[in-house]
Nanobody, 121 residues
């Protein structure tokens, strides 16, 4: 059974940093492609970043490029999202997701339960 469990969210002031983690199990982490996606109140899901774990190649959405960094610890089968210079508009529920198969371009097939990030002064 595939499991994705996010943690690390919380309340942070503008300009602050957080690191989200996503602990995974139930699939071969090292040959998968994983993403972070967020959903702000009243808005649809917004893709943030994907990493093809077997190549290390990453792709990041323009609104967060330069501020958010996706990474992995393959030994721990854990995905991370380092978020710096946080803004009010980064307030959202953040989800990790696994793409179908090994490609970084396919749809997401599994999702975590989400972790809330609130940016507030």
């Amino acid at each position: 059974e595939v499991q994705l469990v996010e943690f690390g969210g919380g309340l942070v002031q503008p300009g602050g940093s957080l690191r989200l983690s996503c602990a995974t199990s139930g699939f071969t982490f090292g040959v998968s492609a994983m993403s972070w996606v967020r959903q702000a109140p009243g808005k649809g899901p917004e893709w943030l970043s994907t990493i093809a774990i077997y190549t290390g190649d990453t792709n990041t959405a323009d609104p967060v490029k330069g501020r958010f960094t996706i990474s992995v610890d393959s030994a721990k089968s854990t995905l991370y999202l380092q978020m710096n210079s946080l803004k009010f508009e980064d307030t959202a529920v953040y989800y990790c997701a696994k793409r179908i198969g090994t490609s970084p371009y396919r749809l997401h097939e599994y999702w975590g339960q989400g972790t809330q990030v609130t940016v507030k002064s």
